[in-house]
């Protein structure tokens, strides 16, 4: 895409979601990434139904820690990955005790140093809770990139690279929303729902998916 087109995709991507924010549901900087790291390979609708029990059962790093493994995975047990998922979390709040007074870190190089937390999921504390111009690619962000032209590359962090240095700064982190959002529900894996992109006049994906016929009603018999 040119300049003129990465702009004009994502303005049409913010009015395609002027309210984009995260679906998981956190209410401080630590439930945020405690959410994070449970929704890896796993649905952000699948977390929300197990946060609310663990976060009512441990709301801060302290609480967390002396929850215990166990009990965590007692809590989370629905959710793919759930015993390395609650070793991690059980772990990573021991370490923000340790390290930095049961604090988040604000940085991406301390919160990678976290149990369970790469890059991707440092990037979304970064820009949902500290308000960064950070571009979390998860794989509906790297799927769109590629597919549409905003920002192509083989491996996540090289479209990341791209997104950062493409997209206009006061964008960027309003972006990541509407990027997830539009891969989620819209520029699907499988297929594309072309027909109600907001934003197929920028795209640059070929072979854009046209609207279904309707189906023909079985006659009476």
């Given at each position: 895409m040119t300049k003129a087109e990465v702009q004009q995709f994502l303005t049409d991507l913010s009015r395609a979601w002027p309210d984009a924010q995260t679906e998981l549901h956190y209410t401080t900087p630590f439930t945020l990434l405690v959410a994070v790291v449970l929704s890896a390979q796993a649905t952000d609708a699948s977390v929300n139904r197990v946060t609310p029990a663990l976060f009512a059962?441990?709301?801060t790093p302290q609480a967390m820690a002396a929850l215990g493994d166990e009990q965590v995975g007692q809590l989370i047990r629905t959710i793919g990955l759930w015993r390395n998922k609650a070793k991690n979390v059980v772990e990573l709040s021991c370490q923000l005790l340790a390290e930095h007074d049961g604090q988040i870190p604000h940085t991406r190089e301390a919160l990678e140093k976290l149990a369970g937390v790469g890059r991707k999921t440092a990037n979304v504390v970064l820009n949902v809770a500290f308000n960064q111009p950070t571009v979390p690619v998860d794989t509906h962000v790297?799927?769109?990139?590629?597919?549409?032209g905003l920002?192509?590359?083989?491996?996540?962090?090289?479209?990341?690279?791209?997104?950062?240095a493409r997209i206009p700064l006061p964008m960027v982190r309003d972006s990541h929303h509407w990027l997830i959002l539009q891969g989620r529900y819209v520029c699907k894996a499988r297929k594309p729902e072309c027909w109600r992109c907001a934003a197929q006049q920028s795209c640059l994906f070929p072979d854009k998916t046209p609207l279904p016929r309707p189906k023909t009603p079985r006659a009476a018999p």
């Open positions: 059962a441990a709301p790297f799927r769109l990139a590629n597919r549409s920002g192509r590359g083989r491996t996540v962090e090289a479209v990341e690279k791209k997104l950062e």
